[in-house]
């Protein structure tokens, strides 16, 4: 039987880092998880069992810290260009993907002032970035994953379509809950020169967005989120989002002679609805 391997990668995954910077004024903390895959003339690895052109996924992972003793890691994605390129540079590579995860910490409030040396993490979200380096061309995506939010109120669906199978009751008033997915990229050729303000006031757009909105659905909200962050960043020129349905149910108490008046819901992970949705200026 003749095959052709057409596609090959390798890499390394989940690459845990934690840098610290001492300063005499208070600490700053970095926490993040680094993902590297090349492509390239490595056929012969699958094919004929030789090794010589494989650099090592534990070469991979001692370079990240090699090189963040050297440099800087803030912002992520200046971090992950210097991976990208130290990895596109070796023989035999052909293109570089170096995605990082930070996970988010803020300083603990001791004394009514953020103390210098003790932080908090209170949630799951991440900042992201993926860098994509080839002969050429180094393409950055950035963005924010598990911002998880709720409200209470402000949010409804109804007005969609019925069949035999629909047993959906129609809502004006529910509670909305989502784990938000973005990732945005700048125009083509171009590069963020102040990464980090933009992811920022993407945060800050997002959040401000889903607390104000009235939504009439998640479809509505992901709309308005998206415009919210292109208009507060103008280094923004497209941006996806993923807004799972994290469900609150009402609680049916009437079995037990109570009424529920939007008060006792049950949290439900599965299923869910999923929504995505991708903008760009000037679509």
Same mark, same amino acid.
């Given at each position: 039987?003749?095959?052709? !391997? ?13 840098? +610290? ?6 600490h ?16 012969d690895?699958?094919?004929?069992g ?5 650099l090592?996924?534990d070469?991979?992972?001692?370079? +990240? ?20 390129e130290? /990895? ?13 995860a ?18 908090l993490r209170?949630s ?35 007005? /969609? ?8 009751k129609?809502?004006d008033?529910?509670?909305?809950s989502?784990l ?34 009235h939504?009439?659905?998640?479809q ?14 103008p ?22 002679? !109570? ?5 006792i819901?049950?949290?439900?992970d ?14």
């Amino acid at each position: 039987m003749s095959i052709s !391997l057409v596609r090959n990668s390798y890499g390394k995954s989940r690459v845990r880092l934690v840098k +610290v910077r001492r300063a005499a004024e208070g600490h700053e903390l970095t926490d993040i998880d680094v993902d590297i895959e090349l492509e390239g003339d490595f056929d012969d690895a699958y094919t004929q069992g030789d090794n010589s052109k494989v650099l090592p996924t534990d070469t991979m992972k001692n370079t +990240v810290y090699a090189l963040a003793k050297g440099h800087p890691v803030e912002p992520i994605e200046d971090f992950g260009v210097l991976l990208a390129e130290h /990895f596109l540079g070796k023989p035999h590579a052909r293109r570089a993907r170096v995605a990082i995860a930070e996970k988010v910490w803020s300083r603990i409030d001791a004394g009514g002032a953020p103390h210098p040396h003790a932080f908090l993490r209170a949630s799951g979200e991440r900042r992201t970035a993926e860098i994509t380096a080839a002969p050429g061309d180094v393409a950055i995506v950035s963005g924010i994953e598990d911002l998880l939010v709720l409200k209470t109120t402000g949010s409804a669906f109804s007005g /969609f379509p019925r069949d035999q199978y629909t047993t959906l009751k129609e809502t004006d008033d529910r509670i909305l809950s989502t784990l938000m997915v973005a990732r945005w990229r700048a125009p083509a050729g171009r590069r963020d020169e102040s990464p980090t303000a933009t992811w920022e006031r993407a945060r800050r757009a997002l959040l401000e967005t889903f607390a104000g909105q009235h939504s009439l659905s998640v479809q509505h909200t992901i709309h308005a989120l998206g415009e919210a962050v292109l208009a507060a960043c103008p280094a923004v020129d497209e941006l996806s989002l993923s807004l799972p349905n994290k469900h609150c149910l009402l609680v049916d108490l009437s079995r037990f002679g !109570l009424s529920n008046d939007n008060e006792i819901f049950v949290p439900v992970d599965e299923p869910y609805g999923l929504i995505h949705a991708t903008m760009k200026r000037g679509g």
